[in-house]
């Protein structure tokens, strides 16, 4: 199922991959190591985000449309782990 944020997310790890492509030129040609561990901590950070956006879609959209029929104690661990994934 398509999620309405997929196509931000498809567009952030397109230019991800873009970004990954650069650094590979840039251990190929011999760059200092800090400046790539700033870029690759730069990829980490824009993955990691997608990955979030994914999660947090996901629990907004389609567990929350279950847990509407599950009764108060559904809802309540829904929030809980609302909650708890905003740590990711």
Same mark, same amino acid.
């Given at each position: 199922?398509?999620?309405?944020?997929?196509?931000?997310?498809?567009? +952030?790890?397109? +230019?991800?991959?873009?970004?990954? +492509?650069?650094?590979?030129?840039?251990?190929?040609?011999?760059?200092?190591?800090?400046?790539?561990?700033?870029?690759?901590?730069?990829?980490?950070?824009?993955?990691?985000?997608?990955?979030?956006?994914?999660?947090?879609? #996901? /629990?907004? #959209?389609?567990?929350?449309?279950?847990?509407?029929?599950?009764?108060?104690?559904?809802?309540?661990?829904?929030?809980?782990?609302?909650?708890?994934?905003?740590? /990711?």
């Amino acid at each position: 199922m398509a999620h309405q944020s997929h196509p931000d997310i498809i567009k +952030r790890l397109k +230019r991800a991959e873009g970004h990954l +492509r650069a650094i590979i030129g840039m251990v190929e040609v011999g760059r200092p190591c800090v400046e790539l561990a700033q870029q690759l901590h730069a990829i980490e950070s824009a993955v990691a985000n997608a990955k979030r956006e994914l999660i947090h879609d #996901h /629990l907004d #959209h389609c567990l929350d449309d279950s847990v509407a029929a599950s009764g108060k104690a559904a809802r309540i661990a829904l929030t809980e782990l609302k909650a708890l994934s905003k740590y /990711l």
